[in-house]
């Protein structure tokens, strides 16, 4: 445990759509514990959410780990999934590797990280074929 | 106007959350992509999906709309009743189809 700071740490399951969406809940219900300002907490929980469901779609799951600070929410998503051949293309609206079964649930829709960026106040994204990615999406409580 | 009001009016049933039908509707929101519904819909909206997964209760839970609306008779798998259940999801069902559920709510009030 880092002095000052939260941490929280989930695996997140590979091709389980029962259990997607249990840590950005999770982490959501926590940070509404906490008195966190409600619009802080969506704008980190549909962050965590996407990011969440990327691992799951595309990457067989990974981990997620947590840092809650009195000032930010630094949430981590690394994965060992094929990576991202071109990230420029993958943040356009509308761009889409997902296979058919998983468009079919509603997901898949090439929205997954336009809306990280969108409700992050900070997104990075390291990513390298083959490899595997780690998203680190930040929101500033204050 | 509460989601027991609409829910009764209307005749819909209650595929879950039970407890949590003081939920006030203040808008509607019809979309299928989770995404999309993620980046656009309102809390307090009735959130229209034919999409019966596991995944609309997620994503209701993190728009903190008023209910979910599931159209023309269409069946709610038993694991996504139970989970709405667990966070505390409203998840209506009905015989009208998608359009006709936002004409009754424009009848209503809602959203005006």
Known sequence: MTEGCLELNYDIPANDFLHAGEASSSVKKMLNQLGVDPDKVKKTAISMYEAEINAVIHADGGAAHIEIWKDKVVIKICDKGPGIPNVELAMQEGYTTAPDHVRDMGFGAGMGLPNMKRYADSLDIDTAVGKGTTVTITVFLK | ?112
């Open chain 2, 1 to 112: 106007m509460k989601v027991l009001e609409f829910a009764e009016k209307f005749g819909m049933k209650v595929w879950a959350g039970e407890n949590k039908l003081q939920n006030d509707i203040t808008g509607v929101y019809v979309c299928d992509l989770l995404s999309w519904v993620m980046s656009h819909a309102s809390k307090g909206d009735a959130w229209i999906t034919v999409h019966t997964n596991l995944n609309i209760a997620a994503v209701a839970l993190l728009t903190e709309v008023a209910c979910v609306i599931v159209p023309e008779n269409i069946n709610v798998e038993p694991e996504t009743i139970t989970r709405a259940e667990n966070e505390g999801i409203v998840i209506l069902g009905t015989d009208l189809n998608s359009y006709e559920i936002c004409c009754r709510a424009y009848e209503c009030g809602v959203g005006k």
